[in-house]
């Protein structure tokens, strides 16, 4: 049975891992940490829950030991567009939470998965089916950070043979945290404003494909990827997951279409307007397919009916 720490638990996608992990390794065997003490507050009613400042690499350190954790999930992150307002405090946690996390997995044989992001491409990447191995030159502080770790990923895995393991994740849409700083965040943001206020605006492009990917799918892959076989992985820092990619205009369209007075408009920030044009419009997973067979369930109306469905059960319950 593994022992898991979930670092950056109460995050968007943390809020949400840490309940999926414990259905599969058990309740006591998962742990999750948060450097706020009140989301760490909110991760203890459901969860064992500690506060941890993952760039403070002993006190990490002695959490690993007195847990006995064995595979660590680094989620600590500023996000792209929040990371164009301060590079400098991106580099520092983005790098500082991934090198304590590798230097500790190094010392005590923990397995480690950490998030890369369609952020690690840029302007002069191919856009479409963005291949696996391609050109990686993001012009974001998010992106460089999420290049350097894969590269730090596989550096650690041959080096000093820490099991490494990533995916590139796409704008993820969910309903339990919400994201925080991020350009992909809209596709999240639109659901509650729709139920609550019945409109929208936008600061992303009209017609700007990213890939996106429905929680339960992000989820799936995860903990699927962690249970491969590591004599099948070709590649390990990071994989392309793809699962749906679509514009805003799309997406608001199929509100629409089940909320016939919804009504949006546009107002651009150009920071996101920049970073949104330079990821690619849809990936090419195959890879992931052949070499631990990533398939994705959820397609665009699948999530747009269950997205309506838990906002508008979380508006009727008062929890927004
Ligand atoms: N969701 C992230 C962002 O928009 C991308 O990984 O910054």
Wanted: aromatic share 10%.
């Amino acid at each position: 049975m593994k022992r898991i720490l979930v670092v950056g638990g109460g995050g968007q996608i943390g809020t949400e891992l840490v309940p999926h992990l414990q259905k599969i390794y058990g309740y006591d065997n998962v742990i999750a940490a948060d450097v706020k003490p009140d989301v760490v507050k909110r991760l203890s009613l459901t969860s064992t829950a500690v506060r941890l400042d993952a760039l403070d690499a002993d006190s990490y350190a002695e959490i690993v030991k007195k847990y006995k954790i064995d595979s660590i999930y680094n989620l600590v992150a500023l996000l792209s567009a929040t990371g164009e307002k301060n590079p400098r405090l991106a580099w520092k946690i983005n790098m500082g939470a991934l090198l304590n996390t590798l230097n500790i997995a190094g010392e005590t044989g923990c397995a480690v998965f950490t998030p890369s992001s369609i952020g690690a491409f840029g302007a002069n990447t191919p856009h479409n089916k963005t291949p696996q191995d391609t050109i990686m030159r993001p012009n974001t502080m998010y992106g460089v950070c999420k290049v350097s770790g894969e590269l730090l990923g596989d550096y650690y895995n041959s080096r000093f043979g820490v099991d490494t393991r990533s995916v590139r994740f796409p704008g993820i849409i969910s309903n339990g945290a919400m994201p925080g700083g991020g350009t992909t965040d809209y596709a999240v943001e639109v659901f509650y404003k729709a139920v609550k206020e019945g409109r929208y605006t936008c600061e992303v492009p009209a017609d700007a494909y990213m890939d996106m990917i429905y929680m339960p799918d992000a989820l799936k892959a995860t903990t699927q990827l962690m249970e491969a076989d590591p004599l099948r992985l070709i590649h390990r820092n990071s994989f392309n997951i793809a699962s749906m990619s679509f514009t805003p205009e799309q997406l608001f369209r199929k509100i629409k279409e089940r909320i016939p007075d919804f009504s949006y408009d546009y107002s651009i920030d150009p920071v996101k307007a920049q970073i949104a044009y330079s990821w690619p419009d849809c990936l090419d997973d195959s890879c992931a397919r052949s070499e631990w067979d990533w398939k994705p369930v959820w397609g665009m109306d699948e999530m747009v009916d269950d997205m309506l469905k838990a906002c508008r059960r979380k508006f009727a319950n008062g929890e927004f």
